[in-house]
């Protein structure tokens, strides 16, 4: 049998694929059957676009489904109280000097499945979140990021948990 790496993540995070979870195997699923019922009212299946649409999104959502179950089952939930306070790690909120900008960004450290650049999180995995992880305000963290050749160097002004 093989075994299953586990996923550290946030609580925040786990809560997130617990509550996706529920969303698609009730109200998501329901409104998926409701298009299939309705698609096939429009006649011959064979030239039924909306019926193939209907059933492509059954397809998708039952496969986020499994994807969602086998997520959380292998979830490891980062324990916060182990943090130590005003050091870079898994759930705190880091605002760094970007030396080669000239500019502060901030980001919070969180699980790989939870990354999202856009809304400022970034995988503790990542090049520049494991660069981090494990420095002090005041540190300068310098990487490359592989996949690019990006070198970056970063100054931690601020590192916070809430």
């Known amino acids: 049998m093989a075994t299953t790496k586990k996923i550290t993540m946030t609580q925040e ?3 997130a694929l617990v509550k996706e979870l529920a969303w698609r195997e ?22 039924n676009a909306e019926y193939d ?7 998708e959502n039952e496969a986020r489904i499994l ?4 997520d959380i089952e292998n979830a490891e939930i980062f ?21 080669e900008l000239g500019e502060e960004v901030a980001w919070r450290i969180v ?11 970034i995988s503790d995995q990542s090049p520049v979140g494991a660069a981090l992880i494990g420095h002090r305000k005041g ?3 310098t990487g490359v990021v592989e996949a690019t050749g990006y070198n970056f160097s970063y100054r931690i002004v601020n590192v916070e948990r809430k």
């Open 13 to 15: 995070g786990y809560d």
């Open 26 to 47: 009730g109200e998501e699923r329901e409104r998926i059957k409701n298009d299939i019922v309705t698609a096939r009212g429009f006649g011959d299946l064979s030239e």
């Open 53 to 59: 649409a209907a059933r492509n999104a059954q397809a």
């Open 67 to 70: 994807q969602l179950k086998s």
């Open 79 to 99: 324990d916060a109280s182990r943090a130590v306070q005003g050091v870079v790690g898994m759930g705190s909120t880091v605002t760094v000097y970007d030396e």
């Open 111 to 121: 699980g790989s499945n939870e990354a999202d650049i856009v809304a400022g999180k």
């Open 139 to 141: 540190d300068t963290v």
